[in-house]
């Protein structure tokens, strides 16, 4: 039994790295920048119309006063996407549209709402104070960095390089997850329960986590505890797939096949069993450069073992530069008994108080009991040194995505 610093360390050293690949714009959501991205052109690339209204040199108006209007002759109509170069003489004006370029000497729009026209003339009686245009490269200059390698691919992110006319981007690799639930007591959701079965959960529920992580390629099977189909299984997953998750069959049971199998199957145990609750069945293995990990059946043992150590690892191999959940250091609003033996994962819930932050525990802890986690944000961390944990406490604070 190892303890869980030592069993985040021998993950962390056993990552392989999956490569880059070029993708898309529009099919790399998810994925994370594997190359600086330095602006093509600048934003906005010309000088544009903030406002719908009419665009004039401001000189010509310095002198306007309401006793003193001044008269500029409208010329015609600038539209958003008009191409040809215009400029203004002394005392014109055009109509110009959001988003129409700026004809050469144009100095400021007045808005449409603001304007008084008669005929073909624009009566202005003052001085503008806003110039409602957006100048050109006022927001990025052509060359200069806008995001950097790590940057995931957020729907902000696709909209800023789609701005800068980049269709296609170099990201890391995923890996591909083969997802396997083990047990024969396992029935799918929508079918009938037998005597002795229950529902599947993990499969969906882990499936759900990789697919919150924006991973695309997974496959999932749920098989029961017979030897001969679970070698077949875990034999294909290990060929099809960069990263293998088992669900259950990993702890001491006689039907516990699992770290069996993989052995057959070449898989190195690089650790089994860690001292913490829940989760000490947790299984890490490899073979060549695919990780093998095995998760305690129970499915809040599952849930919380996915986030606490697979979540980073598939973190790290996608390329974020921060892998893993946010961390902060929190106080804890009730008095905790620790297990000087084991690290505690305790479900917990953030609450923000007028002066301060704090997070408690929540009821139904067992690693069997899901309903708790629909109501917790965070894992609560408590040390394995600790006797008790006073109200007040600091601890480490894990948050769920
Ligand atoms: P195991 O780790 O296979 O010994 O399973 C531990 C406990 O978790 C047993 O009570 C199983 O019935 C339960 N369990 C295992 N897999 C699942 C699953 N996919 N969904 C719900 N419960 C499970
Ligand atoms: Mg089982």
Request: with cysteine; glycine share 10%; aromatic share 6%.
């Amino acid at each position: 039994m190892i303890s869980v610093e030592k069993a985040r360390r021998l993950i962390r050293r056993n990552l392989p790295s999956l490569g880059i690949e070029a993708r898309q714009l529009d099919d790399c959501l998810g994925f994370v920048l594997a190359e600086d991205i330095l602006a093509p052109i600048s934003l906005p690339l010309f000088s544009n119309a903030a406002m719908d209204g009419y665009v004039f040199r401001t000189r010509d108006i310095q002198k306007a006063a309401k006793e003193n209007p001044v008269l500029l002759k409208i010329k015609g109509t600038i539209k958003a996407g008009d191409q040809g170069a215009r400029s203004l003489r002394p005392f014109e004006a055009y109509r110009i549209m959001t988003g129409a370029p700026i004809p050469s000497q144009g100095g400021a729009v007045l808005p449409k709402e603001e304007a008084h026209v008669k005929a073909n003339f624009l009566l202005t009686e003052g001085p503008v104070s806003r110039k409602h245009i957006h100048f050109a490269g006022e927001e990025i200059k052509k060359g200069t960095r806008v995001l950097k390698k790590g940057h995931p691919v957020s729907p902000a992110t696709v909209g800023l390089l789609a701005a800068l006319g980049i269709d296609k981007v170099w990201v890391f690799r995923q890996p591909r997850i083969g997802l396997i639930a083990t047990g024969s007591e396992l029935v799918q959701p929508g079918n009938a329960l037998l005597r002795g079965t229950i529902y599947d959960s993990n499969a969906g529920m882990l499936g759900a986590a990789l697919q919150n992580m924006g991973i695309r390629r997974v496959r999932m099977k749920t098989v029961s505890d017979r030897r001969a189909v679970l070698t077949k299984t875990l034999r294909r997953a290990l060929r099809e797939s960069d990263t293998v998750i088992i669900a259950g069959g990993v702890s001491v049971g006689e039907y516990d096949l699992v770290k069996d199998i993989l052995n057959d199957l070449n898989v190195r145990t690089i650790f089994w069993q860690v001292s913490q609750k829940p989760g000490k069945p947790l299984f890490f293995g490899k073979a060549g450069g695919k990780l093998v990990f095995g998760l305690p059946g129970n499915p809040a043992a599952a849930f919380i073992c996915f986030y606490e150590y697979i979540f980073p690892a598939l973190h790290s191999m996608m390329g974020f530069s921060k892998p893993g959940l946010r961390r902060e250091l929190l106080a804890i609003a009730t008095d905790i008994k620790a297990d000087e033996r084991r690290t505690l994962f305790l479900k917990g819930r953030l609450r923000k108080g007028l002066k301060r932050k704090e997070v408690m525990p929540l009821g139904h802890q067992g690693s069997h009991m899901i309903s708790s986690l629909c109501q917790a944000d965070c894992l609560i961390v408590v040390p394995a040194w600790k006797r008790v944990i006073r109200k007040n406490e600091k601890l480490a604070v894990h948050f769920l995505p």
